[in-house]
Structures are given as C-alpha cells and as structure tokens.
C-alpha cells in the first residue's frame, strides 16, 4: 500500500532490533485491512530512551511497541500505566491518547490467549510450573494468578530472583500458595504437583538448540502441558522430550502473535474477527518459518 500524507506511524524501540518480527505482522495487517499506517522498527539505545520517547510524542506517532532492554525503564517517560502494566513492572504497548502516552502491557493477555486456544486448557484451580524468573516470567506469573491458578512454582538459576518474584506474586496478585525452589528434589516435587510447565528461559533458543533448562526426562509425563515461549527453532528440545513423554508441547508463535493482534487493535480501537485472526496467524506463520 502507499503511504501518503495521511498515514499513521506506529513502530517499536528496542536495542537489539533487526530480529524482530513485528513489523512484518503489523504492516501485513495494515495492508490486509487497508489501512493507512505504516509500522517501523526503530533501534534506541539504553542512553537515548528519554530522547527516543519524547521524539515519538513530538512526532505524535499514534502509538509504540516496546521491547528489551526498555520495557521497564520506559515507565517512567510515560503519563500513565494500565493496573496490569504496574502490577507486571514493565510495558510493551503506548498507546497516544490526546498526545498523553499511555503504557500497556499485551504479553499477559497473548500468552493467554494463545495458551487456551493451543492447548484448550485453561488457569482456574490448577498447578504452574514457570522455569525462569525474568520479564516474560514475571508477566506470565502475574496472569496465571489473576486467572485463578491454584499454585505457582517458580523455578529459577539465581534462586533470590525466584523467590523475588514468587513473594511478589502471593504479596499483589493472589495468595496461591506461591513459591520458588531449584534442587533436584524441589523441581521433582514441582513437577509431580503441578501440571502446566511454561519455560520461560532463553534456554535451547538458536543457535544452542540442543540445551534444556530442566531434566525434562526424569520430570515430565503424559499428564504434562508444556508451554516454551521460544519460538525459534519451533521445536526446541524441551519440547521434543515433552512430546515422546506424551505430554502436550506447545511453542511462544502464538504469544507473540497475539501480544501483537492486541497492541495494534488498541491503536485502532477495533477488534478483529475470528476469521481474519485466523488468517494473519496462517501467514504470520508461515513468513516467520521461511525468514
Ligand atoms: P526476559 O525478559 O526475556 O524474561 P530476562 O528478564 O533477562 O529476560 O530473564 C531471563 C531468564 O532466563 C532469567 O530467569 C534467567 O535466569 P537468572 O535469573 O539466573 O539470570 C534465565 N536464564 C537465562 N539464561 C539462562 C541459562 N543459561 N541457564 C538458566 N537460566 C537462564
């Protein structure tokens, strides 16, 4: 489509930024939706954040994305935060109202959504495993509570981080009966309690695919709903082991699909249907694989 005097700037600031594929999912959208906005990856780096901001409020760019290593620090450039945001610590959409910036957080709900529609499962009443406790970790945690999960295990290499974030969990989100571990033993007991299990780690991302952030043989079974939220290499080896376990082996495409669908269609204020939904997801898809 040609982008003529009436287009609409949205982008996203990170630093590192060339792998990311946002901007082939929104200007898809745009094109498929005829739509006259054009998206664009802009890489800042962690001393220019303020310039950054300020320029795309100047600009009155109709909103942004936000990724690592910003998604923190942004907070504070911003006029306000959803409840979610605050209660993750970290935004990943602006949206300009009015020329006030307003920050997001879509992670939460993308996961989500991709996690009932993958593995038809949902939160309520059940046990959660979540290997990591960074940023993802802290946004996934943050919605398994509100979701009603029953109990959360976080297991983590720097153990005060894990029990960081699972205090935080039992202290702002909900009392479900949070709490962290990382021995052999503790991580077994977890396993053999709980039966959702989100990596949440870098761990066995490209090009160290053949890594596995836990003993996924000694722990899993068929009863296990593995989730990776690494989407490259789509099979990673937890995820190969889940499957000859018989357990449900599910990757993150689908939570940086919709953490997309649901920052663009806030700028837009619509709401896409199940149908064209299903649509950008087989395309989104199938570019990703072949890039
Ligand atoms: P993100 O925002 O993607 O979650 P992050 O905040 O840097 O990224 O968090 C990365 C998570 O992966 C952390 O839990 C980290 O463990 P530490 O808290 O011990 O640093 C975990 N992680 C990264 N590399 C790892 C590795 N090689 N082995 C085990 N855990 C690792």
Redesign the pocket.
Known sequence: MLINGNAKIIGIIGDPIEHSKSPILHNYISDYKKINAVYVPFRVAPDSLADAVRGLRGLNVIGFNVT?PH?NKVIEYLDGISEEAGLIGAVNTVKNINGKLWGYNTDGDGFLRSFKEETGHSFSGQGVVII???????AIAVKAALEGADKIVIL???VD??KELSDYINDNVSNCSSFAGIDYNDSKNAFMDCRIIIN????GMHPSID?C?IEANSFLDGKHIVYDIIYNPAKTELLKVAEKKGSMAINGLGMLFYQGIYAYEKWMDIEFSQNEIEQFYSKFKKTVMEI
Do not use: D, E, I, Q
């Open positions: 690592v998604k990591g406790a960074g940023g993802a970790a802290r983590n290499r720097t981080k894990a949440t780690t870098s761990v890594k952030p």
